[in-house]
């Protein structure tokens, strides 16, 4: 079993930054694909960012050239930094690891991107 653990979510202005976090309960990171997914009110959810094992990243299109995807192996931690924040970007962000069928998600954490 594996938790996944996210924080840095909050209120920021339109254009402003936020950096998430995703900690895990154990060293995953080089075996398992992880991603950022988000969920708005009303909407279904959706991956915003991707790495995998080797380090390839991969980004949704509403989010390319404005968020980056690393990790950390050795603090089990994986980020999304996300800069010029668009009230569109308001949702729950949510980590997710997975390897074969082993698919574990965290609990989410909150972005509103408001004025």
């Known amino acids: 079993q594996v938790q996944l653990v996210e924080s840095g979510g909050g209120l920021v202005q339109p254009g402003g930054s936020l950096g998430l976090s995703c900690a895990a309960s154990?060293?995953?990171?080089?075996?398992?694909?992880v991603g950022w997914y988000r969920q708005a009110p009303g909407k279904e959810r959706e991956l915003v960012a991707g790495?995998?094992?080797?380090?390839?990243?991969n980004y949704a299109d509403s989010v390319k050239g404005r968020s980056t995807i690393s990790r950390d192996n050795a603090k089990n931690t994986v980020y999304l930094q996300m800069n010029s924040l668009k009230p569109e970007d308001t949702a729950v962000y949510y980590c997710?690891?997975?390897?074969?069928?082993?698919?574990?998600w965290g609990k989410g954490t909150l972005v509103t991107v408001s004025s």
């Open positions: 997710n690891a997975k390897y074969y069928r082993m698919n574990y």
């Open positions: 154990r060293s995953i990171f080089s075996t398992y694909d």
């Open positions: 790495i995998t094992p080797s380090g390839s990243t």
